[in-house]
């Protein structure tokens, strides 16, 4: 793409070409990308105009900037945080089992896949992550965040590119809620965390697809009672 070529306002474009280099794999996630001023240099314009095409970016969930650090390109690139809106959704018992019964639809089919194409080296990962929830979940300590590392290791375990995309958006939904489902449910939950790791080490989709349908069946009633 060359500058100047069409009428919109130059920050606009500057910030597509600092997009397609992302996404040609000239930035990588979770990576800094060059100064302002390096930037500025490489695509011949001005300092304030790369400063506006990061902001864009940033409000398109391309790019973070770290105070005091630079600018980084997002992890999950352009998935914003929350983009089903559940922060603002009033009725949160509603939310909440419209998302249970999203993750039924979903996360069972996904442990299927991931039954059929984990590597050892995946299999490690789940198991480590699962012994890792079980010992905070024994101590007594919050285990969100592992939980949600442990669903998207499984997503990540399939062949499937699109599958591990949908997952930053079903684990805000998840951390919405998290003070609701993460402090009960326990050992069930290190049960079938256990069953869903079993099945997809001895290649039986059949039976992750079960083990996760149980778990997710267990933390809809959870919610159901807590919302009682």
Do not use: W
């Not at 069930?188 to 079960?210: F, K, L, N």
């Amino acid at each position: 793409m060359q500058l100047g070529m069409d009428t919109r306002p130059l920050t606009e474009q500057v910030a597509d070409v600092i997009e397609q280099m992302i996404a040609d794999g000239k930035f990588q996630p979770r990576k800094r990308i060059p100064t302002e001023y390096q930037l500025a240099n490489q695509l011949e314009v001005g300092r304030s105009t790369v400063r506006e095409a990061i902001k864009i970016l940033e409000s398109r969930h391309v790019l973070e900037i770290h105070r005091g650090e630079g600018t980084y390109v997002c992890e999950n690139v352009g998935v914003l945080k929350d983009p089903l809106g559940f922060r603002f959704r009033k009725d949160k018992k509603k939310a909440g089992m419209d998302l249970c019964e999203v993750r039924t639809m979903v996360e069972p089919q996904i442990a299927y896949l991931a039954a059929l194409s984990a590597t050892e080296e995946d299999v490690e990962s789940l198991q480590k992550l699962c012994d890792e929830i079980t010992s905070l979940i024994r101590a007594g300590k919050d285990y969100a965040k592992k939980d949600m590392e442990f669903h998207t290791k499984i997503a990540g375990s399939t062949t499937n590119e699109i599958v591990p995309k949908l997952i930053p958006i079903i684990i805000e939904g998840i951390h919405t809620f998290a003070d609701l489902t993460h402090h009960t449910n326990t050992e069930r939950t290190c049960r079938t965390h256990q069953e869903i790791v079993d099945a997809i080490r001895r290649r039986d989709p059949d039976g992750a697809r079960d083990a996760m349908m149980q778990h997710l069946r267990d933390n809809k009633e959870e919610l159901q009672r807590l919302f009682q």
